[in-house]
């Protein structure tokens, strides 16, 4: 395992009427994170949002290149960004407790904070078809040119891992600083990962490492 202290290079917020960010993704062109009773779509040039949709967001959300998801306590519904209709609803693995989502490879990947637990599931059911297990509370999940990382937040400590997707194994371990909790997570294809700041109502940028592989 490579461990060293997280880069952080950016920071949006904190945005007016906005208590806490949660769930966290990105369109392609927006970063979106989730404050309770909205999804916040922010211009990362700017740094300030540019629209809003009202809907229950107190916990993960994903893109899939067309669509959000986003839990809403014990669902995950499905959503039309461009009207913010709610096209969809399927059940969360094991009714609720659920943190971060992603999509990746077709499915939706979801983070179970206290279970310390991800789940791949099926986005049409909801049905569980595989489960990777973590040594900490699992907080946002994303997928980056086929790595997998989450965030963890337990007490004053948080952090960003890079794990193997089939044991689990910490490969990555980037740390935060005391008291800097990470809430959300997600890629934007490249060198960045976004991360939902919890009550400090921000979104932090973080540099991604380069694999050495890679280098």
Excluded at 20 to 45: I, K, Y
Excluded at 70 to 85: H, L, N, V
């Amino acid at each position: 395992m490579t461990r060293s202290s997280a880069d952080i290079i950016q920071e949006y917020g904190p945005f007016p009427d906005v208590e806490a960010v949660h769930g966290v993704t990105h369109d392609g062109q927006n970063v979106w994170f989730a404050s309770g009773d909205r999804l916040n779509a922010v211009d990362p040039g700017t740094g300030q949002i540019v629209r809003s949709i009202e809907m229950t967001a107190m916990a993960g959300t994903a893109f899939d290149g067309t669509h959000m998801f986003q839990i809403a306590e014990d669902r995950i519904q499905k959503i039309d960004p461009k009207t913010g209709s709610v096209l969809a609803s399927i059940p969360a693995p094991q009714d609720g407790g659920c943190s971060g989502l992603a999509w990746a490879d077709g499915a939706l990947w979801v983070g179970q904070y206290r279970d310390r637990k991800i789940h791949k599931i099926d986005p049409e059911t909801g049905a569980i078809l595989r489960t990777i297990e973590s040594t900490r509370f699992v907080t946002g999940v994303t997928w980056v040119d086929g790595e997998l990382w989450h965030g963890t937040w337990e007490g004053d400590e948080s952090e960003l891992r890079r794990i193997d997707p089939e044991t689990g194994a910490v490969l990555t371990q980037l740390d935060m600083p005391s008291g800097m909790g990470i809430s959300g997570l997600e890629s934007d294809g490249g060198d960045r990962f976004f991360c939902g700041g919890g009550n400090s109502g921000t979104v932090r940028v973080v540099r991604r490492p380069q694999r050495a592989s890679a280098a």
